[in-house]
């Protein structure tokens, strides 16, 4: 019979990449990237870290009289599914749909804001994707429990996304000194969007945005970064910079955004062709589920990350729900 692992320890640890130790202050809500530090962060993946141990041995009971209500206005696999798989694993109960904007049998939709209230009287702790950008933040305005943001509207947020993209990085190699291309469609692209936030806490970081220039990174994101001090270059030729990222972030682009589709799509897309040409020890990664853009012979490279990157949301979001339910 193996030793039950004890979730509820001290976290507290100096870490290789950063020395401070992790004590950093808890959030109560998760709807932006922004309110992670860097110690913060530590600490998240430093738990992240026990989580893989826990489910390797099967999950415990240590969150068994918690309840996590999962509420998502559009469809989603590998978020809610994560979710409430992290949720089981701890040993809760979880309350779920994926048709939230159905959830009255008398209105079509009713207001985040009230049931977010009837929810928070149910549940430890709301996991939310809604279609607006502030669906999130509205909801964490009038909830007693804590909310986590699972992805709002086109152009928002996915901050827990980003949180399993930087630990998949974070597990390969030091994220000091990297340089990252972001690929696809930038402006509604919420991943790109939300690791962006996360990448500018971080030293040395230098960014490529690659897309197509209608589609290319918002400006909030860019003056974000340019405050935060960290180098970026706009780009609209994939071949000129795929050999210079450490990692290599694909994402979609909807065809009907884009002038002369076949063409276009497939100037951003990677293949074995484009593979070839990358740093032979690049991560290549997307936040799935991916079309075209990224082709399956990409998927026996070892390079390619993307299918761990996606498990490791489990274990992220493990570590996010002690984190948040420990502080309520
Ligand atoms: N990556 C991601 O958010 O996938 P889902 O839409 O399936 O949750």
Known sequence: MPEPIIIHHNFERADAQHDAPHTAPKPRHVVESQQFTVPLLMELFDRSRLMERVVARGGTL???????????????????????????????????????SAFSSEINEEEVEDSIRILSGYSDVIVIRHHAADGAKRAAQVSTVPVINAGDGNGGQHPTQALLDLYTI???????GLSVAFIGELDKGRTA???????AKFERVKIFFVSPPELQMKPDILAYLEEHDVRYELES????????????????IHPDRVHDRDRTLGRFAIDSAMVQRMKPDALIMHPLPRTAELDKSVDDDPRALYFRQAKNGLFVRMALLTMLLEGS
């Open 237 to 252: 030729d994939l071949q000129r910079v795929i050999g210079e990222a450490d990692v290599v972030y694909q994402t979609r």
């Open 62 to 100: 240590d969150y068994q009289n918690r309840i996590m209500a999962s509420l998502f206005y559009s469809p989603s696999m590998r978020t809610r599914f994560s979710f409430e798989a992290a949720m089981f694993r701890l040993g809760g109960r979880v309350l779920s749909t994926e048709q939230a």
């Open 170 to 176: 974070y597990r390969e190699r030091p994220i000091n």
């Open 193 to 199: 969007r939300s690791l962006a936030y996360l990448l």
